[in-house]
């Protein structure tokens, strides 16, 4: 069974550090591309970092710099290292996966699989 599973959110306060892990279980051939998205209690839900099945990476302009994706050589674990956080990165983060044409900011709707989430605070 596919499944992707997160962890590492928490509350920290701003200027702080955060790492978020996704461990993705029953893949074999059916993602090339994985990515962070997240969502704001009233806002839509965004793409952050993506990462295709050969490291190339793509981050939203609003954590660039800041957000660091990562993914293991087996390409079963994504980790989200987030630095110099913000009240406004507040939000329900959620690991997802799937085969896409293009990783780089890939819609919602190419992404197959998702993680149930997990919440990360920044306090001001």
């Known amino acids: 069974q596919v499944k992707l599973v997160e962890s590492g959110g928490g509350s920290v306060q701003a200027g702080g550090s955060l790492r978020l892990s996704c461990v993705a279980f029953?893949?074999?051939?059916?993602?090339?591309?994985m990515a962070w998205f997240r969502q704001a209690p009233g806002k839509e839900r965004e793409g952050v970092a993506f990462?295709?099945?050969?490291?190339?990476?793509t981050y939203a302009d609003s954590v660039t710099g800041r957000f660091t994706v990562s993914q293991d050589t087996w390409k079963t674990t994504l980790n989200l290292i987030m630095n110099n956080l913000k009240p406004e990165d507040t939000a329900m983060y959620y690991c997802a996966a799937g085969y896409v044409s293009s990783c780089a900011r890939a819609p919602i709707a190419d992404l197959r699989y998702w993680g149930q989430g997990t919440q990360v605070t920044v306090s001001s």
């Open positions: 029953g893949f074999t051939s059916q993602k090339n591309c």
């Open positions: 990462i295709n099945s050969v490291g190339v990476t």
